[in-house]
């Protein structure tokens, strides 16, 4: 079976730092596409980042850009985001999602198949 968990999320001071990790047990990575998701209360669910299949193209929401980073090792089937100056507007519950379609990856929640039971970053002091 297919299984995407996420783990990493806490709370953080303003300007701090997390990374969240996706453990994609059970795919064959490469063949995926992946993104990472957050909604917030009383929010739509927002595509954050997401990365191609193989890793060479990546996509970014404008709100992140430049803060965060998504990553992948198809190897260790794991993907990540590297969250740096954190801001309290980033508080939310994240997702993992995968999708087996080709080409460049997208943020639209709608394109993906499988997603994880999300993990939980707040920022405040």
């Known amino acids: 079976q297919l299984q995407l968990v996420e783990s990493g999320g806490g709370l953080v001071q303003p300007g701090g730092s997390l990374r969240l990790s996706c453990d994609t047990s059970?795919?064959?990575?490469?063949?995926?596409?992946t993104g990472w998701f957050r909604q917030a209360p009383g929010k739509e669910r927002e595509g954050v980042s997401c990365?191609?299949?193989?890793?060479?193209?990546?996509n970014y929401a404008d709100s992140v850009k430049g803060r965060f980073t998504i990553s992948r090792d198809n190897a260790k089937k794991m993907v990540y985001l590297q969250m740096n100056s954190l801001k309290p507007e980033d508080t939310a519950d994240y997702y993992c999602?995968?999708?087996?379609?080709?080409?460049?990856?997208?943020?639209?929640?709608?394109?993906?198949?499988?997603w994880g039971q999300g993990t939980q970053v707040t920022v405040s002091s």
């Open positions: 059970g795919f064959t990575l490469n063949y995926y596409r």
């Open positions: 999602a995968a999708d087996s379609g080709f080409g460049l990856c997208t943020l639209s929640s709608r394109d993906y198949d499988y």
């Open positions: 990365i191609s299949s193989s890793g060479s193209s990546t």
